[in-house]
């Protein structure tokens, strides 16, 4: 059965009753962890992990949200309320339905590989979700062991370093990069995000070896690997900062607010877009448009602006 859409006054009567839960002192506060299905493991501020239910209405919850708890006389424990969030990140799955990730990030982890080679469109959408939720975007290009040393595989810093993305390359195998990427972690709530078979769990498992992490495998049919996180989880790292590993997806549409122009979510278009002759210039085929002169005369990238104009026509479809 589809559940019953709420009406805006509904949602804001929810909203209005969940602050003052909030502001009880008869509820406890705690860590969303882990989210599969109808159970939710929140850790309280004691560090004790604790298994609890959901009251109805309150919408969905994933890892990293900070939530309100109740205790029932039975020892129960049911999640009533959920904290103010720093940020969202969400996508738009296959049905055309908003799925949420992950909460109160401030590093995104976008996960390549040189094998399976990487798609500059999924990653430019990653790229997207993450400046329109502002959370701070890197790129991690793993197994970087099956590359040419010194070579920039697939030209990605050539494209992105100019944006100001940093980008880390990796490899568990031979161990370059890992020490790198470690030292960005503490102090920071990072999410690693990508298709299934670049290495997260992997990457994860090197992160914390006494988690049991599974490996995914590479299909030798067409090198895209089977899915083997199931579920969100969020992990407290050995040397500060936490970590969220998300299920592996294989095409990632974000969730675009359409009350912002969507160039605003591509740092180079954005900047330059500010000198084009209209305000409202959506970068098409305008008359004296800045961000085209800049993609022919090179100072932006081909593959950024076409994926621009990708995404550009896909918010136009709906």
């Given at each position: 059965m589809a559940k019953r859409r709420l009406s805006q006054q509904q949602r804001n009567r929810i909203q209005a009753a969940q602050h003052a839960i909030l502001e009880h002192d008869d509820y406890g506060h705690g860590l969303v962890v882990s989210h599969q299905g109808g159970q939710i493991l929140v850790e309280l501020q004691s560090a004790t992990t604790i298994e609890c239910k959901i009251k109805s209405n309150l919408g969905t919850i994933v890892c990293g949200d900070r939530v309100a708890i109740e205790t029932t006389a039975q020892q129960q424990h049911r999640v009533v309320g959920i904290l103010e969030r720093d940020n969202?990140?969400?996508?738009?799955?296959?049905?055309?339905?908003?799925?949420?990730?992950?909460?109160?990030?401030?590093?995104?982890?976008?996960?390549?590989?040189?094998s399976p080679e990487p798609n500059l469109f999924l990653l430019d959408q990653y790229l997207l979700?993450?400046?329109?939720?502002?959370?701070?975007?890197?790129?991690?290009?793993?197994?970087?062991?099956?590359?040419t040393a010194g070579e920039d595989p697939f030209g990605l810093r050539q494209i992105y370093q100019p944006l100001g993305y940093r980008q880390v390359d990796t490899s568990v195998i031979s161990g370059v990069g890992m020490e790198e990427f470690s030292a960005l972690l503490p102090g920071q709530v990072s999410v690693l995000s990508g298709v299934s078979g670049v290495g997260k769990s992997s990457l994860t498992s090197w992160l914390l070896p006494q988690e049991e992490i599974k490996i995914a495998s590479i299909s030798a049919a067409n090198e895209e690997g089977r899915h083997t996180t199931r579920a969100s989880r969020l992990y407290h790292l050995p040397g500060g900062g936490d970590l969220i590993d998300t299920p592996g997806v294989r095409g990632f549409s974000p969730f675009i607010d359409d009350s912002r122009p969507l160039a605003l979510g591509f740092r180079e278009i954005r900047e330059i877009g500010n000198g084009c002759r209209f305000h409202n210039c959506l970068h098409r085929n305008e008359p004296k448009c800045a961000v085209i002169a800049a993609v022919d005369s090179g100072v932006i990238a081909q593959s950024r602006y076409q994926n621009y104009q990708k995404m550009l026509r896909q918010l136009a479809a709906g």
């Open positions: 969202l990140l969400r996508r738009v799955d296959g049905f055309g339905q908003v799925r949420s990730v992950a909460a109160n990030i401030s590093q995104l982890f976008v996960c390549l590989a040189v979700s993450a400046e329109q939720q502002q959370i701070e975007a890197r790129i991690l290009l793993n197994k970087i062991d099956l590359a």
